[in-house]
């Protein structure tokens, strides 16, 4: 796990494009409502901010959120840190964490 945090670093510190803030607007009431967090839209810092997002994380990803080198990563999401550790951020525990996210509000 160490191994994808010093990648995922050392990609955001390559990075040249600045993390832009997302905003939102009022859902249309015939649309189901986006959930507030997903894995492939919001950003590791956010999450780990929020106490419950972060116990999602830590119960399907085990010592991710307690990693020494996780605020690294912080500017990534979840879906892009895959990458780097493809047998621990699976597609099935990305789910799985996205089912529990939509149900934040």
Do not use: C, W
Not at 29 to 54: E, F, I, N, R
Not at 86 to 91: G, H, R
């Amino acid at each position: 796990m160490r191994r994808f945090l010093i990648a995922a670093a050392v990609t955001l510190t390559l990075a040249s494009t600045p993390v832009l803030a997302q905003t939102t607007s009022a859902p249309a009431s015939s649309a189901p409502a986006k959930p507030k967090y997903t894995s492939t839209d919001t950003d590791l810092g956010t999450l780990l901010d929020d106490p419950v997002a972060k116990a999602i994380i830590e119960k399907h990803i085990p010592g991710l959120t307690t990693n020494d080198q996780v605020d690294m990563a912080r500017g990534m999401t979840l879906k892009a840190i895959q990458q780097y550790s493809p047998d621990e951020v699976t597609d099935a525990r990305l789910a799985a964490i996205d089912a529990e996210l939509a149900k934040l509000h």
